[in-house]
């Protein structure tokens, strides 16, 4: 059991450049979340999905978009990437609302 | 819109002491409320996970307690050692549109 995978580990990108981050998880949750954590300033939701097909607005959503075409996996999209978006970005996925939530190690994003 | 407060923001204790982290909320409709603790540069680690309907949860030399109704909750760390140092972050999940909101984080340090 992997748990909740997160692709890739580090990347550094260009302003203006797009990307994708993948989110992968083998406990057939229902719910997955994405989120950026800056210094000082804890865990901020981006956007989260309650399931498959699903997605909705979590608290700082604008520059990023999410798809949730199967159960198992969870994308974060850049469509053109600014400095401000240089972050850890975490993934987590629950199985129920009443569940434990199972992170990733983390993405370390850099935009220059 | 949910709010997580943790106070204090900061805090430094010589080894062997007891303390106590404090996490508050501005809306009382939860699930749950967890506790975790993140280690500099890494992931998130849970600690405990308190149902709406419960009082407190105990896993070794931590114990955390919820009071729903005033939108606060406690993590208690007794006897701490050097190794507790960490950032402890606690985290609400909304029963009215499933997110789940954390806090900024403490930074505990404890002295040798």
């Known amino acids: 059991n992997a748990g909740v995978t997160q692709t890739p580990k580090f990347r550094v990108l260009k302003t203006g450049q797009s990307m994708t981050l993948l989110c992968a998880q083998d406990m057939n949750h229902e719910y997955m979340y994405w989120y950026r954590q800056d210094p000082g300033m804890g865990l901020r939701l981006i956007h989260y999905?309650?399931?498959?097909?699903?997605?909705a607005k979590g608290e700082v959503p604008d520059g990023y978009n999410v798809s949730r075409l199967k159960k198992q996996n969870f994308l974060l999209g850049l469509e053109s990437a600014a400095p401000s978006q240089t972050s850890v970005y975490f993934c987590a996925s629950t199985f129920t609302s009443a569940g434990l939530p199972h992170f990733g190690n983390g993405t370390r994003l850099t935009v220059t | 819109k949910q709010e997580v407060t943790q106070i204090p923001a900061a805090l430094s204790v010589p080894e062997g002491e007891n303390l106590v982290l404090n996490c508050s909320f501005t809306d009382s409709a939860i699930y749950n409320l967890q506790w975790f603790r993140q280690d500099p540069g890494k992931g998130l680690t849970s600690l405990l996970l308190i149902q709406s309907s419960q009082r407190e949860q105990t896993s070794g030399r931590l114990n955390a307690s919820l009071d729903k109704s005033s939108g606060r909750s406690t993590l208690y760390i007794a006897a701490s050692q050097p190794g507790d140092s960490a950032t402890y972050l606690c985290a609400v999940h909304m029963n009215r549109d499933d997110k789940i909101i954390f806090g900024k984080g403490t930074r505990l340090h404890i002295l040798p």
């Open positions: 999905s309650v399931g498959e097909g699903t997605t």
